[in-house]
Every structure is written in C-alpha cells, then in structure tokens.
C-alpha cells in the first residue's frame, strides 16, 4: 500500500514490539475507519435502511425524491461553481478576476440538507456517508463531462488536510470522495501529489491580508510528485467551496509545480448571499 492509497499525509506509524519481542502491527485510525465503512456499506447493500434527508426506508441512502428535490443541476458559472441562475461561460467576478482553475464541477449548494450532512460526515466521523456524497459529485462529473468537447483530465487530486487536522478528523474528507469519484471516472488519484505545509487551524482569528500570506504558504507539490503532475490536466477535488480562497492557493501550487490546467471539483458550494 503506497503513500497514495492512505489518504492525504497519512499518520506515521511506528513499530510496536511486544513483550515477547514479536512485532505487532499498529491499528491506524484510516484502517479502523476502511474496516468500519466496508462493514457499514455491506450491511447497506443487504438491508432496507432509511434515506439520509428525509428517513424514508428504502434501499439507497439518498432516495430518488429527494435526489431529486435537493440535487437537481443548476445553471452555474463554467469558472467558479456559482449558481446564477443561467450557464455562464464566466460570471462577472470571473471575469474581473479570472481564477487559476479554467472551471469548477458543483455538485450542489451549500446549504439544507447538504451544510447537516457534511457536518455529520466530516465532524463526527460519519464516514458511511462517504460513497453516497461521493456519488453526488461523481454524477455532476459525468454530465460536466458529457457535455463539453475535452476528454477528462489526467490525474485527479484532493485538497490535503494539515496533518495535525488529519491526525485529530483520522480521515481526509476530499480523498474520500476523491478516490471514488476517480474510479468512477476512469482517472487515476493520488494524494500525495499535494501537501499542506502550514497549520491554518487559527486562519479565523487573523485579518484577511495575514489569512491569505498563510494559504499561500500552505500548499507544496514534493520533488518526487513532479514529475506525475507535469503537463497534465488536474482535477483538484474539495469538499466544501466557500470564499475559494483555499482552492485558489491549492491550484496556484499545481500550476506552478508543472500542471498544465486546473479544474474544480467540488462537493458543496456556497451560494450567493443574495441568491441563499
Ligand atoms: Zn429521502
Ligand atoms: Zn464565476
């Protein structure tokens, strides 16, 4: 299992010998976590259980009605995610000041029932919800790319965790619906490829002009991943998009470390405050 396969940053290990001297393979929390979803997914596939949003027994976490009801594509700007009400090539944000990623894939708003479950998800450790939130940003992916004239890009990437906030949650939330949605679309993810090198755990308590000289410490590409990155085309995969501040830092880092073009794809986006 390569550092690629255990999510952003994995945990170091260390080796454990018993009493008797015998090594003793240590648990990491991603492993407690693997066994916990696989288990929790079987149970899903075998049983009846409720839908998520509106608890209604079925077989799906998510029923049609309100796959329908709170899922439904919407119109958006190609550049930023925005929901506007009619497809934009770029809105007039976009337009004023262009963003290093050449186009984002929204999944849904940022708002009911998507702001509770990716609280329950990310905050409680709720990882059973991984596959159906990852099938919502894997189906918007596959329309975005039914509907223009590129092939997919080559490699996908997730916003990285630092990695006390890795250690604190056990699981980085983008490489979970990263790695789905990669099988699902037939391109290779890797997380490694992407480090964050800088805490922004305290980011609330500092003035927008601090905030940002801290971001644009906080992505590295390491030497070895180089090569992997470049001239390809990157999908960079996020959970939530709110001011766009990180994701901006996160693609200005793979650009600069060789990528030849950035996209966003992103699970939740905040709307509007005038259109929420
Ligand atoms: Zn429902
Ligand atoms: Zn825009």
Redesign the pocket.
Known sequence: MGPCRRGGGALRQRRIVGHAGQYIEPVSPHRVIAARTAIAQRAAQAVPGQCEVCHRWGWARLCTPCRLRFAAARAR?A????ATGTH?A??G??LLAPPPSQRTVVAVDYGFPWNQLIGRWKFAAHTELSAMLADLLAEAVRHDLALRDLPPPELIVPVPLAPERLAERGFNQSWEIARRVARQVGTPAHAGVLERVLSTAHQIRLTRAERERNLRAAFTVPAAARGRLAARRVALVDDVLTTGATAREAAQALLRAGAAAVELWVLARTPAPAAA
Do not use: E, N
Not at 79 to 82: A, K, P, T
């Open positions: 700007c550049r930023c995610g925005l934009l770029a809105c944000a976009c």
